[in-house]
């Protein structure tokens, strides 16, 4: 299997030959890793601004 990648660099399951199952897979792990990554930031900016306000709050 030859994988092939797109203009912008990345591999594309489709382009590469891959069968639509196994193309979908890719896509739900994708998926599953972008909102893990997007859980992470949101945890990471709620406990940041938690701090801050801990830390004013602490000064009064």
Do not use: N, P
Not at 31 to 39: G, K, N, P, Q, W
Not at 43 to 50: E, K, L, Q
């Amino acid at each position: 299997m030859k994988a092939s990648f797109s203009a912008c660099g990345h591999c594309h399951a489709t382009s590469a030959g891959l069968s639509g199952q196994v193309a979908t897979k890719v896509r739900g792990v994708e998926i599953l890793f972008t909102t893990l990554l997007v859980l992470a930031g949101v945890a990471i900016t709620w406990f940041a601004v938690y701090v801050v306000y801990r830390l004013y709050a602490d000064q009064r």
